[in-house]
């Protein structure tokens, strides 16, 4: 009778007693290649100015069982499942790491988000979103389904989506990002190199093009939108077989209307000119998107 | 240069997009990383070499037979290969590197730019064929993806075929249209790219 009387709260207590709670730590090197891997849940990511990574987080019942393992200059870390096609109960991992550390992670649905971070980072998902922020020398993620969100100045990023958008904050450098049917949208970018591609996908770019640099655009039917400097210097290549073109930084319109945004619609042969000295170049392509050309 | 950047950094150097200090670090990175080789290069049945690929972005007209006996041997050993998850990784490293390869020298829109419909043609067939390999790897992976893993792959593919069907029968209808073949490439690497990272998803850990 008594035990009746607390079983609702016994059920309650029981799961979360169960949970097992991570803290641990070890020393190493300042530019160790570090594993991660945890496919369902959450993964965070920040880099610290210490020699060593330190682990908090908390593994529900059925997850898995966390490892964690390596020293001087390589480490490995993350749960494992006995089964990785259940997706099972989401583990959480709040991962400090050497800020310069080479970092490569793995993930199913869970989330990946990183911070702080100097040295490189590889990051695989299929449906979980990844978000990195900071100023990384090497980013190259993916995911399926999940969005992909980077913001800062790295030096080089390679990005592939499938169904999620891709966004990109303060890019620089070089920059590739493709994906399926997600859209990408870059703002405030300053690139050297950059290739933007989507299959159905809209793309959105708001920045300019370092002189000598190259933004290529690429997309089946998305609607493609470049917001560049009314005095941007560059060779532009525009095409799309059956959409329209519209330019709107200067006279360079062509088409039925009249003045700065008068579309051009064209079928197949590309569009050429150059404004300033023609210091940069910009290609588009599409099939049947509509490209607009905009000031910011 | 890192492992990780040289990786990054491979199909910019086959398409010549490197400035010429990374280029050198690309070159003095490959010659002394066992590693790096091994990925780049050793998995190919004939190593193509990324380090021997051509500079330019202009597709070489004397790369056609190579391209060709690279296919021959990839298919060959294909055969070869048995069910084992250790075989089929092999399998996949094997058609990543060269799908891989075929994009490197190929097939990107800029360098197809130009390129006459007779080499369209043999382009699709090329990519055709590391298609339905990748085709039948990912389906021998498909027991080790979860149904929503299978599901995604499998919406996105249809997206790409869309196009690709759209693309072809533009094409089909103006066969001289050089910027609707680059859109037909650009649709079939698209769909090898997402089957290669697929495969590679099944095959993995």
């Not at chain 2, 070489?60 to 294909?78: G, H």
């Not at chain 2, 060269?98 to 020298?105: K, M």
């Amino acid at each position: 009778m008594r035990l009746h009387r607390f079983l609702p709260a016994l059920l309650l207590v029981a799961p979360l007693a169960a949970q097992q709670k991570i803290d641990r730590r070890i020393a190493i090197a300042s530019d160790a290649s570090i594993r991660i891997h945890n496919l369902v849940g959450s993964i965070r990511i920040v880099g610290w100015d210490r020699d060593s990574i330190a682990v908090t987080g908390s593994i529900p019942p059925g997850a898995g069982s966390f490892y964690m393992g390596g020293s001087g200059r390589g480490a490995k870390l993350g749960i494992e499942r006995q089964d990785e096609l259940k997706e099972g109960q989401p583990a959480t991992l709040d991962i400090r790491v050497p800020r310069n550390a080479r970092l490569w992670v793995k993930s199913a649905s869970a989330s990946v988000e990183a911070s702080g971070l100097t040295g490189e980072l590889e990051c695989s998902s299929v449906r979980g979103s990844i978000r990195i922020e900071g100023s990384l020398r090497l980013v190259v993620a993916e995911s399926m389904e999940g969005n992909l969100n980077v913001a800062g100045a790295m030096s080089v990023v390679r990005l592939k989506g499938g169904g999620g958008t891709i966004t990109l904050r303060g890019a620089r450098g070089d920059v590739l990002a493709t994906t399926v049917g997600g859209a990408i949208v870059a703002t405030d970018g300053a690139v050297t190199r950059a290739h933007l591609e989507t299959v159905s996908g809209t793309i959105a770019y708001d920045g300019t093009v370092s002189p000598r640099g190259t933004l290529d655009v690429a997309t089946h039917s998305g609607d493609v939108t470049l917001r560049l400097p009314v005095d941007i210097s560059a060779e532009f290549d525009l095409g799309s077989f059956d959409g329209s073109i519209l330019y709107g930084l200067s006279g360079k319109g062509e088409g039925k209307g009249k003045g700065e945004d008068a579309p051009k619609p064209f079928r197949g042969k590309p569009i050429s000119f150059t404004t300033g000295a023609g210091e940069a170049r910009v290609i588009v392509r599409s099939f049947k998107g509509e490209i607009r050309i905009l000031k910011p | 240069m890192t492992c990780q950047e040289l990786r990054a950094r491979a199909d910019a150097y086959a398409h010549d997009t490197l400035d010429a200090t990374e280029a050198a670090a690309f070159e003095a990175h490959l010659a002394t990383c066992e590693d790096c080789e091994s990925a780049l290069v050793a998995l190919a049945p004939t190593p193509p070499g990324i380090a021997g690929l051509s500079r330019s972005i202009e597709p070489a007209a004397d790369l056609w037979p190579a391209i060709r006996e690279r296919v021959a041997a990839r298919r060959e050993r294909s055969a070869r290969i048995a069910a084992p998850r250790w075989a089929l990784a092999a399998a996949a490293l094997l058609l990543v590197v060269l799908s891989s390869g075929v994009t490197a020298v190929l097939l990107t829109s800029r360098e197809t730019r130009g390129v006459a419909t007779r080499d369209i043609s043999a382009l699709e067939a090329e990519y055709s064929a590391v298609s339905e390999d990748l085709t039948g790897a990912l389906e021998q992976a498909r027991s080790r993806l979860s149904p929503e893993t299978m599901a995604t792959i499998e919406r996105n593919l249809r997206i790409i075929d869309a196009a690709l069907d759209e693309t072809r029968q533009a094409l089909a209808r103006e066969p001289g249209n050089a910027a609707l073949g680059e859109m037909v490439v650009a649709a079939w690497r698209q769909k090898v790219d997402l089957l290669r990272r697929a495969t590679a998803l099944g095959t993995e850990s």
